[in-house]
């Protein structure tokens, strides 16, 4: 792994946008240089400190996986090196860590689709038996696996969190016919990396994808793919014991810094999750590092 990145600084590209993770840079007008950086988020706030090698990681998972499911849908890769784009001396910042994609019109639903109950799902369904508007079976429990995948979408926010929504409402802010497609689509991209995840040892609960338009109109996979931060991954080895306890299953994404955030004391008191984030420890850094490598080498494997 090369040395930890918080934020790259490509000065020969224009900056289109910084978002938690990934740097984007303008090539052109058709295509964007998306650069991830080591930085963390939870909470919706950006920790102060890196994880070393994250991005390297989230960048080798989402190739794989949209190699893996190319077949299923088109995505926005262009298949050209990154290096190519920048100078000579900003090829450190890019190798192993950025994407050269297709510039795309983003429809703004975030397309999640869940095969377990858990997180703000396992919340909802305690409410009202039912999650983003769709009804579930009396009985489950944190953990249970569903019937069947769940299509469970979110309204993207520009600022702060995203917010659960209705299919209707998808219907009402897409049209019926890009609705359904979007959601057949992302059923089908979820059910075939869960049955192969499945095959290495690990439990993918849930996963949201992102969708663009392109010129002619079609829908198209972008942004990142199955990687940690986009999605809850349990070994399998370790969900069953969790289950009969009531427990979160151990996970392969940033739970273990949500929970440590969740227990830290700032002043004395909890931390009330708005900037800045509380330091974190070295140990929590590298533990959580370790999950990361630990969730590609096992899918990789």
């Known amino acids: 792994m090369t040395a930890a990145l918080h934020t790259s600084n490509i000065t020969s590209l224009p900056l289109v946008a910084r978002g938690k993770v990934r740097d984007n840079y303008a090539v052109g007008p058709d295509r964007i240089l998306m650069v991830a950086s080591d930085r ?130 998808v219907v009402q802010m897409i049209g019926a016919d890009r609705a359904a497609r979007i959601r057949d689509l992302s059923i089908r991209l979820y059910q075939e990396a869960a049955d192969f995840a499945l095959t290495k040892g690990l439990i993918i609960a849930d996963t949201k994808f992102e969708f663009g338009l392109d010129e002619q109109g079609d829908i198209v996979l972008m942004d990142e793919v199955l990687t940690p931060d986009s999605s809850r991954y349990w070994p399998v080895e370790g969900y069953q014991a969790a289950f009969a306890q009531g427990e979160n299953p151990p996970s392969y994404d940033k739970q273990f810094v949500r929970d440590w955030l969740e227990s830290v004391k700032v002043d004395g008191h909890p931390w009330d999750k708005t900037p800045p984030a509380p330091r974190l420890p070295r140990e929590v850094i590298e533990k959580t590092a370790a999950k990361y490598r630990e969730a590609l080498e096992r899918l990789t494997a």
């Open 40 to 169: 963390l988020s939870a909470f919706d706030v950006i920790m102060g400190e890196p994880i070393p090698g994250k991005g390297e990681i989230l960048t080798k998972m989402a190739l794989f996986w949209f190699a893996r499911l190319g077949h299923v849908c088109p995505n926005h890769l262009t298949g050209e090196s990154p290096e190519s784009v920048v100078t000579p001396d900003e090829v450190p910042q890019v190798r192993g860590r950025a994407m050269l994609v297709k510039r795309l019109k983003p429809i703004m639903v975030e397309a999640v689709v869940r095969g377990y109950l858990a997180g703000s799902g396992w919340k909802e369904y305690q409410e009202s038996r039912s999650v983003c508007g769709v009804p579930l079976p009396p009985g489950l429990k944190n953990a249970s696996k569903l019937p069947e995948p769940i299509f469970t979408p979110a309204a993207k926010a520009t600022s702060g969190h995203d917010e659960n929504v209705s299919f209707e409402r």
